[in-house]
C-alpha cells in the first residue's frame, strides 16, 4: 500500500500503521481526524477485517465518521459509551514535553473533548511536526459567531497584556464565507510565531467570553508516534 506514495505521506501512513498495534480486542476508542488520522482509520479497519479484532469507536467530526463506517468500523457517539480507552490522532506541532497544536483541519473542539474523555491519547505525526517551542502553525481557536469581531478584539488585548510580539489573528475562510466548524462555529487562527508560555495561554483564551476552545492540548497526549519518510517510525 505505501509503495508509490510521496515521503510525507509515507511518514504519515507508517505512524498511522505502527499506532494501531496498541489497539486491543474490545476497546472503545476515538478516533481523530485530518490526513494522518484518516491512515490511521483504514489500518485499523485491516486489522478489524483480519485479526478479528472487536472495537466501538467514537469519531472526532463528521468527515471521520463517513470514512470510518464506509470502511466497516463501528461507530457510536461520545454520549453512548462516555469513556474510551485510547484516542489516536493526528496534530499540527508538537513539543518535547508532547504538548500540541492541533485544530488545522477545523476538528478540534471534539478533538479536545474526545481526547480528555480517554485513558490514554496517542498522536501520530510525521517528523516535521515536533519543534522546540510551539507557535510556528497559527494556533486555531473556535469561537461562537455571534460577536466575533468583539471576540478578536479581546482575544489581540490579551495577548498584548501578555507581551506576545507577534499576534496576528485571521478569520478562517471557506471560499468567500467563514469556514463553519462542525458545531456551526467560526474559528481564528492566531499567527504568534512563538507560545513562550502555552499552559498559560490555553487558560486565557478559554476566560475570554465568546471563545469556546483553543487549539492548545496541554498535558493530555501521552504517547507520540513519528513517522520518516523513509518508513522509520519512532515512539516516544
Ligand atoms: C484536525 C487536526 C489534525 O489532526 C491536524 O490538523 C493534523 O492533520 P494532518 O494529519 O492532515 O497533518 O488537528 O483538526
Request: overall charge negative.
Amino acid at each position: 500500500m505505501a509503495a508509490e506514495l510521496s515521503p510525507i505521506d509515507q511518514a504519515k501512513f507508517v505512524a498511522a500503521r505502527r499506532s494501531v498495534d496498541f489497539v486491543e480486542s474490545g476497546m472503545k476508542l476515538g478516533l481523530g481526524t485530518g490526513s494522518t488520522a484518516a491512515w490511521m482509520v483504514r489500518c485499523l479497519a485491516e486489522r478489524v477485517r483480519d485479526d478479528g479484532l472487536e472495537v466501538t469507536c467514537v469519531a472526532t467530526s463528521t468527515r471521520t465518521v463517513d470514512l470510518a463506517r464506509s470502511c466497516g468500523l463501528k461507530v457510536v457517539s461520545l454520549d453512548d459509551v462516555k469513556w474510551l480507552d485510547l484516542t489516536i490522532d493526528g496534530a499540527d506541532e508538537f513539543d518535547q514535553n508532547l504538548n500540541l497544536i492541533k485544530g488545522g483541519g477545523a476538528a478540534l473542539l471534539q478533538e479536545k473533548i474526545v481526547a480528555t474523555a480517554s485513558d490514554r491519547m496517542i498522536v501520530i505525526a510525521d517528523a516535521a511536526k515536533e519543534v522546540a517551542q510551539l507557535g510556528a502553525f497559527p494556533l486555531p481557536v473556535e469561537v461562537v459567531p455571534f460577536g466575533w469581531q468583539t471576540t478578536k478584539a479581546l482575544i489581540e488585548e490579551t495577548l498584548y497584556s501578555l507581551d506576545v510580539l507577534n499576534r496576528e489573528v485571521s478569520l478562517r475562510m471557506a471560499g468567500d464565507a467563514p469556514l463553519r466548524t462542525d458545531e456551526g462555529h467560526f474559528l481564528l487562527d492566531l499567527n504568534l510565531k512563538r507560545i513562550g508560555n502555552p499552559r498559560q495561554l490555553a487558560l486565557v483564551l478559554n476566560q475570554i467570553p465568546g471563545v469556546v476552545e483553543n487549539g492548545l492540548f496541554i498535558d493530555i497526549c501521552d504517547v507520540v508516534v513519528i513517522g520518516q519518510g523513509d518508513g522509520r517510525v519512532t515512539v516516544r
